[in-house]
């Protein structure tokens, strides 16, 4: 009788663990954030400086260190 080697995770599950995990930091800090609202015609484009910005609105604890948690 031959075993097989374990599965090898591609990793995928771990990002979305991590992921769900930054999105619910983010919704408990800043209720509404995971939200968007917005005609079936209008674009969403992320900026080319999301961090910079989110700073320039008072969005201090938005920052890019938040990017190395979902790694």
Partial sequence: MTTK???VES????RRER???LRVALEAEYPGISLVVRRPDQV????AE???EAAEI???GLT???EKLSE
């Fill in 58 to 60: 008072g969005l201090v």
């Fill in 44 to 47: 969403y484009a992320v900026t």
């Fill in 19 to 21: 992921r769900e995990a």
């Fill in 64 to 66: 890019a260190a938040l």
């Fill in 11 to 14: 990793g995928d599950r771990e």
């Fill in 5 to 7: 080697p374990p599965p």
């Fill in 50 to 52: 999301p961090w910079r």
